[in-house]
């Protein structure tokens, strides 16, 4: 059972162009929402992340949107560049109080062209 | 500051054969996590470590132990390899809470 759906698998995007990933999600214990960044042969890294009490958060060309009624948050990335060319991971996690267990989605690979 | 080490880098295993996975820390965090990739499965929790002394198993644990030894190494045990375990292999820490999950380099194991 796939609890965090990520969409599309795969995106093209043209330099400049802006670039838009969607997550939906269906446990409504979450309440922490990161996006994470992965190159090949490395390890995910954390781009941004938002919490359910604000509906938007930007962080230079990134932005989260979060659309808590409708369960689904997206990621995007304006102006985008070559090295943002990588998978990206949007994840979930309740609070727990004793660490942070995600709930990844499936990824997207991005890429973006000259 | 070297933040999470996963040794090894690849491995390659026959069926039945056992391993460990090796992970340590140097950022003082209180929470440990084994996360397997799978093209097209995203990143699934195997077990984690909210602190010192304590395990717990994530969404996929069958087939697998853990060990926190100590609060900066957790260790992550194949006792009898099945291709199905074929996989990247990553562990993470983080403080207490929903802190920043810092990621190691992954360790691409292969069963067969």
């Given at each position: 059972q796939q609890q965090v759906k990520q969409s599309p698998q795969s995106l093209i995007v043209q330099k400049g162009g802006i670039s838009i990933i969607n997550c939906a999600y269906?446990?409504?214990?979450?309440d922490y929402f990161p996006w994470y960044q992965q190159f090949p042969g490395k390890g995910p890294a954390l781009l941004i992340a938002i919490r359910p009490d604000v509906s938007e958060k930007k962080e230079g060309r990134f932005t989260i949107s979060f659309n808590k009624s409708a369960k689904q948050f997206s990621l995007h990335i304006m102006d985008?560049?070559?090295?943002?060319s990588a998978t990206y991971f949007c994840a979930a996690s309740p609070?727990?109080?004793?660490?942070n267990k995600l709930t990844f989605g499936t990824g997207t690979q991005l890429k973006v062209e000259l | 500051n070297a933040g999470v080490t996963q040794t090894p880098k690849f491995q390659v295993l026959k069926t039945g054969q056992s391993m460990t996975l090796q992970c340590a820390q140097?950022?003082?965090?209180n929470s440990m996590y084994w996360y397997r990739q799978d093209p097209g499965m995203g990143l699934r929790l195997i077990y984690y470590s909210a602190s010192e002394g304590t395990t717990d198993k994530g969404e996929v644990p069958n087939g697998y132990n853990v060990s926190?030894?100590?609060?900066r190494e957790f260790s992550l045990r194949l006792e009898s390899a099945a291709p199905s375990q074929t996989s990247v292999y990553f562990c993470a820490s983080s403080d207490l809470g929903q802190g920043e999950a810092f990621f190691g380099q992954g360790t691409r194991l292969t069963v067969v």
């Amino acid at each position: 059972q796939q609890q965090v759906k990520q969409s599309p698998q795969s995106l093209i995007v043209q330099k400049g162009g802006i670039s838009i990933i969607n997550c939906a999600y269906e446990n409504t214990a979450f309440d922490y929402f990161p996006w994470y960044q992965q190159f090949p042969g490395k390890g995910p890294a954390l781009l941004i992340a938002i919490r359910p009490d604000v509906s938007e958060k930007k962080e230079g060309r990134f932005t989260i949107s979060f659309n808590k009624s409708a369960k689904q948050f997206s990621l995007h990335i304006m102006d985008s560049q070559p090295g943002d060319s990588a998978t990206y991971f949007c994840a979930a996690s309740p609070f727990t109080g004793g660490g942070n267990k995600l709930t990844f989605g499936t990824g997207t690979q991005l890429k973006v062209e000259l | 500051n070297a933040g999470v080490t996963q040794t090894p880098k690849f491995q390659v295993l026959k069926t039945g054969q056992s391993m460990t996975l090796q992970c340590a820390q140097d950022m003082n965090h209180n929470s440990m996590y084994w996360y397997r990739q799978d093209p097209g499965m995203g990143l699934r929790l195997i077990y984690y470590s909210a602190s010192e002394g304590t395990t717990d198993k994530g969404e996929v644990p069958n087939g697998y132990n853990v060990s926190r030894l100590n609060k900066r190494e957790f260790s992550l045990r194949l006792e009898s390899a099945a291709p199905s375990q074929t996989s990247v292999y990553f562990c993470a820490s983080s403080d207490l809470g929903q802190g920043e999950a810092f990621f190691g380099q992954g360790t691409r194991l292969t069963v067969v």
